[in-house]
């Protein structure tokens, strides 16, 4: 329906399924309904007009599926309200006009891909409750300026934060194990890195090409530092 505007969805509507206003490209405002509870996989994939995802109308929107909002070019505002339980891969891959991102503290995963090459995103709030950062979750945000990632996150999945150039100030949290290959590769704004005395591993490349990095404090504790882990830091 490529000539769909607007929508207006009925007030006791509890799930948008799989698919339901997939490339509807001209779609630029829906309001989401109280008992929403569920977005399907690809509900509004491509929809490229479409300029604001506020779920917090909702009591309870606790899914999105993989793909859900994926290229969505003209997205700027997002609010996922308070009760957030599962975010699908892909779900906001290519939303290039993403300012902020804000994930509820009852979240605990974030997918692979879930927010990659969101490229105007500047703010980036992790919520409380995160373990673990799936692979590509945040890769090529390029206009992200600082990470802060919580005390509750314990794995960094491979090229999470690939490409992040932007990025000057990184904190990681007082729970983190893992961080896996090319995590933090080419974060060439980076200056300083401590990591906590939780991590045991580093992966290949993780830190390759932070070429502005001037100092790393290694804590004792550390186990493991695979290959090239901080290859072409100068």
């Known amino acids: ?16 399924e799989d698919f339901t206003f997939y ?21 509004f994939y491509k929809c490229t007009l479409l300029e604001d995802a506020n779920l917090s109308t909702t009591r309870a929107c606790t899914t999105i599926g993989d ?33 902020a991102v804000k994930i509820p503290d009852t979240l605990t995963v974030i997918p692979r891909y879930a927010f990659s090459k969101c490229s105007a995103m500047t703010s980036l709030d992790l919520g409380l409750g995160v373990t673990l950062i799936d692979s590509f979750a945040f890769n090529k945000c390029s206009s992200l300026t600082a990470i802060l990632l919580p005390d509750t996150l314990l794995s960094l999945g491979d ?3 690939y490409g992040c150039v932007s990025v000057g100030t990184l904190t990681l949290g007082n729970s983190l194990r893992t961080i896996g290959n090319y995590a933090f590769f080419n974060l060439s ?11 045991e591993t580093i992966g290949k490349y993780a830190f390759k090409g932070c070429s502005s990095l001037t100092g790393v404090i290694l804590p004792a504790t550390l186990r493991e530092v695979l290959g090239n882990a901080f290859y072409g830091c100068h």
């Not at 490339?23 to 509900?43: D, H, N, V």
């Open 1 to 16: 329906c490529e000539s769909l505007a607007t929508v207006t969805l009925n007030a006791n509507l509890r799930t948008i």
């Open 23 to 43: 490339k509807c490209s001209s779609l630029y405002q829906i309001a989401f309904p109280r008992q929403l509870t569920s977005i399907g996989r690809s509900a």
């Open 67 to 99: 793909y859900a909002f994926y290229g969505c070019t003209n997205l700027k505002t997002l609010d996922f309200g308070t009760k957030l339980t599962s975010l699908g891969e892909y779900a906001f891959t290519g939303c290039t006009g993403l300012l």
């Open 159 to 161: 090229n999470a934060f």
């Open 189 to 199: 704004a980076l200056t300083g890195l401590s990591l906590p005395a939780s991590v």
